[in-house]
T-cell receptor, first 113, second 113 residues
Framework: SQTIHQWPATLVQPVGSPLSLECTVEGTSNPNLYWYRQAAGRGLQLLFY??????ISSEVPQNLSASRPQDRQFILSSKKLLLSDSGFYLC????????????FGSGTQLSVL | RKEVEQDPGPFNVPEGATVAFNCTYSNSASQSFFWYRQDCRKEPKLLMSVYSSGNEDGRFTAQLNRASQYISLLIRDSKLSDSATYLCVVKRDYGGSQGNLIFGKGTKLSVKP
């Protein structure tokens, strides 16, 4: 069966510090991978998605970047965090060609202070 | 008009009650619709897809009204464990299956003993 791992569960970072969140998927090959953010009182916002190694699509301009160095690894990064980067970050995967059924990781609650 | 709109609630209902949520979408070309469930501070999980003919899964019934551009979720015989936020999700209808899911902000349900 497929599993998705995302860590850390919570993170408190000062403004201006770097960020690295990692997500890995097991039990499947060539998944689509996604990073979402859920800010307080707002819906899930797609940040990045990837259909393959090194292929990253960005949905909104922002202070963040994503990378996919391996087939089942997806990394979300920032060089300098802003207060507005606070939120609940969720990694997700889907089968290739079935992008409507998403399987989410357990999320990272990021607080930028 | 927002792409996907939901009444945020909260809906406070007693155990055993029947409760219904509606969700409206703005893009008449949308083809795929889903309900996800999200527990507090947890990841969303797919509850059910919504088909044109309507579909039922145990105590849950989902329906689609294309003419009025809304989908609904009916929960019968509510259980305490149904307490969660229910997210309406609509798939944009343009080429590719990646990165085109629009999430509503969710409707919060609280089932009381």
């Amino acid at each position: 069966s497929q599993t998705i791992h995302q860590w850390p569960a919570t993170l408190v970072q000062p403004v201006g510090s770097p960020l690295s969140l990692e997500c890995t998927v097991e039990g499947t090959s060539n998944p689509n991978l996604y990073w979402y953010r859920q800010a307080a009182g707002r819906g899930l916002q797609l940040l990045f998605y990837s259909v393959g190694i090194g292929q990253i699509s960005s949905e909104v301009p922002q202070n963040l970047s994503a990378s996919r160095p391996q087939d089942r690894q997806f990394i979300l990064s920032s060089k300098k965090l802003l207060l507005s980067d606070s939120g609940f970050y969720l990694c997700a995967w889907s089968f290739r060609g079935a992008g409507e059924k998403l399987f989410f990781g357990s999320g990272t609650q990021l607080s930028v202070l | 008009r927002k792409e996907v709109e939901q009444d945020p609630g909260p809906f406070n209902v007693p155990e055993g009650a029947t409760v219904a949520f509606n969700c409206t979408y703005s893009n008449s070309a949308s083809q795929s619709f889903f309900w996800y469930r999200q527990d507090c501070r947890k990841e969303p999980k797919l509850l059910m897809s919504v088909y044109s003919s309507g579909n039922e899964d145990g105590r849950f019934t989902a329906q689609l009204n294309r003419a009025s551009q809304y989908i609904s979720l009916l929960i019968r015989d509510s259980k305490l464990s149904d307490s969660a936020t229910y997210l309406c999700v609509v798939k944009r209808d343009y080429g590719g299956s990646q990165g085109n899911l629009i999430f509503g902000k969710g409707t919060k349900l609280s089932v009381k003993p």
